[in-house]
């Protein structure tokens, strides 16, 4: 019992060459190796392609000007015809559907931009357009589809 507590207070491993159960304080530092090699799991790869490093943009826009599009985009004509969808659903149903409404709205376009994106480092390319977005969607999607990517776009 002593040789064993003895054993696992030096960490060594034991006569038949079994790994130790935990490890030295004294041993570990920045150059222990915690997996073997080859088994790791790399969260990113080296060519990684970031388009945001690649992009050109003369006037790019910022947080808050992105969301004051998507609101003029939302309430450009659709503030005129509020009225009369209101006076035709009511004042609850008319309140209830216009969240429901803004908020599909606003998740169309979060997965427009999010798919841009990824496809844009899928296919290194820095910045997509909403045609080219589908046209290269098909273009990189399952192989029945790809031949429709020109009609895509």
């Known amino acids: 019992m002593s040789t064993l507590i003895a054993e696992r207070a030096n960490m060594t491993t034991s006569k038949d060459n079994r790994p130790p159960i935990g490890f030295n304080l004294t041993d570990f530092n920045s150059t222990t190796q915690l997996t ?3 088994n ?3 969260l990113y790869s080296d060519d990684d392609y970031h388009p945001f490093e690649h992009r050109q943009v003369a006037k790019p826009n910022s947080t808050t000007g992105s ?21 035709n659903s009511g004042l609850l149903f008319g309140a209830i ?43 990189h999607g399952p192989p029945a589809l790809r031949p429709w990517s020109k009609f895509a776009r």
């Open 67 to 87: 969301l004051i599009h998507l609101l003029k985009s939302s309430l450009g004509t659709g503030i005129l015809a509020m009225p009369m969808a209101f006076r």
């Open 36 to 38: 073997e090699k080859g």
């Open 97 to 139: 559907g216009t969240v429901v409404v803004g908020f599909l709205c606003t998740l169309c376009v979060h997965m427009l931009v999010k798919t841009s994106h990824d496809i844009c480092k899928k296919a290194k390319i820095p910045s997509l357009g909403f045609s080219e977005t589908a046209e290269e969607v098909f273009r």
């Open 40 to 42: 790791e799991k790399q």
